[in-house]
């Protein structure tokens, strides 16, 4: 089975697809970037970073099952080859995950929604850069995310299989366990 993860910036999705990985038995599906690593980003751990005329290649091949743009030129994709044989986990946004639902039509997909109010998504990404570090770039940083988000996830919790709620305090165990739930049942 592949669980997909979607939600705006600051729901948990990597905390999520973390625990899957480090207590489930789920492998997490590694996208390729053209991003430059954020601070604590690691190359092959959170993206492959490559560069834009790599990744162009990548898509004129056909090697990708899923790719798109995100944020400020930024291209994001993940490779067929990596959603073959096991349990896989993998973040994508709405466009990646309609997409992968075309390139792959018969696989084992469950769609998670991860949504979180607003205050604990702020919170998590100040918790994130840390208190003293947050700035004034950081305030533009949010409201840009917000405004893309709100547009990006509009609705889409009709084409998940589950809308899970993960706000502050929530214990990440027992996200996970609702996720794991659903996805037995979905099997």
Same mark, same amino acid.
């Given at each position: 089975?592949?669980?997909?993860?979607?939600? /705006?910036?600051?729901?948990?999705?990597?905390?999520?697809?973390?625990?899957? /990985?480090?207590?489930?038995?789920?492998? @997490?599906?590694?996208? $390729?970037?053209?991003?430059?690593?954020?601070?604590?980003?690691?190359?092959?751990?959170? &993206? $492959?970073?490559?560069?834009?005329?790599?990744?162009? /290649?990548? =898509?004129?091949?056909?090697? #990708?099952?899923?790719?798109?743009?995100?944020?400020?030129?930024? #291209?994001?994709?993940?490779?067929?080859?990596?959603?073959?044989?096991?349990?896989?986990?993998?973040?994508?946004?709405?466009?990646?995950?309609?997409?992968? +639902?075309?390139?792959?039509? !018969?696989?084992?997909?469950?769609?998670?929604?991860?949504?979180? !109010? #607003?205050?604990?998504?702020?919170?998590? $990404?100040?918790? @994130?850069?840390?208190?003293?570090?947050?700035?004034? +770039?950081?305030?533009?940083?949010?409201?840009?995310?917000?405004?893309?988000? $709100?547009?990006?996830? #509009?609705?889409?919790?009709?084409?998940?299989?589950?809308?899970?709620?993960?706000?502050?305090?929530?214990? =990440?165990?027992?996200?996970?366990?609702?996720?794991?739930?659903?996805?037995?049942? &979905?099997?």
């Amino acid at each position: 089975m592949v669980i997909v993860l979607l939600g /705006a910036f600051g729901a948990g999705k990597s905390t999520i697809a973390n625990e899957l /990985a480090a207590h489930h038995g789920f492998e @997490r599906i590694i996208p $390729y970037t053209t991003s430059r690593p954020e601070d604590g980003e690691i190359n092959g751990k959170d &993206y $492959y970073f490559t560069d834009p005329n790599t990744f162009a /290649a990548m =898509i004129n091949t056909g090697v #990708l099952a899923e790719y798109g743009q995100y944020t400020y030129d930024r #291209l994001y994709g993940s490779l067929k080859s990596d959603y073959m044989d096991g349990d896989k986990v993998v973040i994508l946004t709405p466009n990646g995950f309609r997409q992968l +639902k075309q390139s792959h039509p !018969n696989d084992n997909i469950f769609a998670v929604l991860i949504t979180a !109010n #607003l205050g604990s998504r702020v919170k998590r $990404y100040i918790d @994130r850069c840390g208190i003293g570090q947050f700035g004034l +770039k950081d305030k533009d940083k949010i409201s840009s995310q917000v405004e893309r988000d $709100y547009a990006m996830f #509009l609705g889409l919790e009709r084409e998940v299989n589950i809308v899970v709620d993960n706000n502050e305090g929530t214990d =990440i165990n027992d996200v996970v366990e609702e996720i794991l739930q659903f996805g037995k049942m &979905y099997r």
